[in-house]
């Protein structure tokens, strides 16, 4: 439903309100994040205790996008988001990413492996994979889902309470979040395991941490409620029923805007959340720090992120020029791969590429989200943004297996004990980074043609 003139006040005009709705949704994708990033710091102990070459980890990594990308599960979700709306949608995606998180952490603890439940099962098949790897997988790819239309449902959310306010600033503090729950998961869970390392403590946590967020997902719920009462309620709204056809799915693509945006986010985040599963081990393995250290070295990333995204998201709101701040965003991504790939194993340089790769990770984000509702009309986010996730979700599952298959590769034969080498997988990254920075340039010229207004200012006077 466009809103199309609204004219007297409702409670999205309420600061408060709607920045407590921000609260919630916000704190729901933290413990969306905690999850996701939770094994990270764990790949050493995963190869030491479940028997997981580099190659079933970046599988298993993959296995987060496998159900979105193969079954099209952002594009039901991004219709379901059209058709039945934010509150329905979100529970229910909520409550899948429950469901995959528990079947994560049941892959992890004695019972399973001890010959519990769908253990035999899981053992008849591709014998080469471990019954617990396939269990993950199983988790992982259903927890994929329901995070994923999750984020697509709070985007909506957000551009619902503060499109023509702050709204760059209210996803970047969005984001800050969520990037929270990444360095929880970075820092703390290789701690969380014990002196006993058991792996499935800290995923028994995590899980937890997701019931609570679907709490919290509910109190939203009410304020939204309240919002759609006052909006059907208030007669001076005229709200025009574009009804959303599967159809429209394929109109985005004869938009220039969206296709480089879209090409944009896989392409940069390909080289962000695929290096993030490998970098707890990257500092281990080529910077030798101790492996309870490793994750707080990758958990300065989002730290830098968390303070700088919402800053540069204000920025925007005030001041414009998100097309060309994606381009230096796509310039320091390479830098800062360049570093891990051909700079000696120094902790400077370490230190080094993990703050510019923040600068880049808050860039990006926070002019690329806010762009989107500037090239697609208001009826058709939900499905917009679920199918540049969709895209996305490519790379994200692509980048982990090939990272994991290229280390074991440029890896094979090394002998016992010595330190992986990284070089090759990094190069990969540094390719990324190069084909984002192409793709921005081009943005910015159609924008120009175009006049989308992405290097304007998002808050209207
Ligand atoms: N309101 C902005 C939403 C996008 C945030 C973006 N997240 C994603 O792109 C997800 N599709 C992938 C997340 C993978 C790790 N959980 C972000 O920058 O985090």
């Not at 002019?367 to 790379?395: C, D, H, T």
């Amino acid at each position: 439903m466009a809103i199309t003139k609204a004219a007297s006040l409702s409670i999205r005009d309420s600061k408060s309100a709607r920045w407590f709705v921000l609260l919630t949704v916000s704190f729901l994708m933290l413990t969306g994040y905690f999850f996701t990033d939770i094994m990270s710091p764990l790949q050493g102990m995963l190869r030491d205790q479940m028997g997981w070459s580099n190659s079933s980890y970046g599988t298993f990594a993959g296995s987060y996008s496998v159900l979105n990308v193969f079954c099209l599960m952002l594009i039901f979700g991004g219709i379901i988001l059209d058709k039945a709306g934010i509150r329905f949608t979100g529970t229910f995606f909520v409550g899948i990413m429950i469901v995959g998180a528990f079947f994560n952490y049941y892959a992890m603890t004695d019972t399973f492996n001890n010959g519990g439940l769908g253990y035999d099962f899981l053992n008849s098949f591709l014998t080469d994979y471990k019954p617990s790897l396939k269990m993950a997988m199983i988790g992982y790819a259903l927890f994929g889902v329901g995070v994923e239309i999750a984020g697509i449902t709070v985007s909506r959310i957000i551009v619902k309470w503060f499109k023509g306010k702050e709204m760059a600033l209210a996803m970047g503090l969005e984001m800050a979040c969520a990037r929270g729950g990444m360095l929880i998961a970075f820092s703390a869970s290789p701690w969380m395991t014990g002196a006993d390392k058991i792996i499935s403590r800290p995923l028994a946590f995590g899980v937890i941490l997701l019931v609570i967020g679907l709490l919290a997902f509910f109190v939203h719920n009410m304020m939204d409620k309240r919002l759609d009462a006052e909006v059907a309620a208030d007669t001076s709204v005229v709200a025009s029923e574009e009804e959303f056809k599967a159809s429209d799915v394929f109109l985005l693509f004869k938009n220039p805007g969206f296709i480089l945006i879209s090409l944009l986010c896989v392409l940069f985040y390909s080289a962000v959340f695929p290096f993030t599963k490998f970098a707890p081990d990257l500092m281990v393995q080529k910077y030798g720090f101790a492996e309870e250290f490793s994750g707080m070295i990758v958990g300065l990333l989002p730290i830098g992120t968390m303070i700088l995204t919402p800053i540069f998201g204000a920025f925007m709101d005030k001041k414009g020029k998100s097309a060309s701040i994606m381009m230096l965003g796509s310039l320091l991504l390479i830098f800062s791969h360049t570093i891990f790939a051909f700079l000696p194993g120094n902790t400077g340089f370490a230190f080094a590429a993990m703050i510019v790769l923040g600068f880049a990770f808050s860039f990006v984000p926070a002019a690329m989200w806010p762009s989107v509702p500037k090239i697609i009309p208001e009826s058709r986010l939900g499905s917009a943004y679920a199918m540049i996730f969709m895209i996305q979700n490519v790379g994200l599952m692509l980048f982990p297996m090939l990272l994991g298959a290229v280390l074991d590769s440029a890896n094979e034969g090394l002998a016992e004990g010595a330190a992986l080498n990284y070089t090759e997988p990094m190069m990969l990254m540094v390719g990324c980074g190069i084909a984002a920075l192409v793709v921005a340039f081009f943005l910015r010229v159609v924008d120009k043609k175009r006049g989308y207004g992405l290097d304007l200012p998002n808050i209207q006077e």
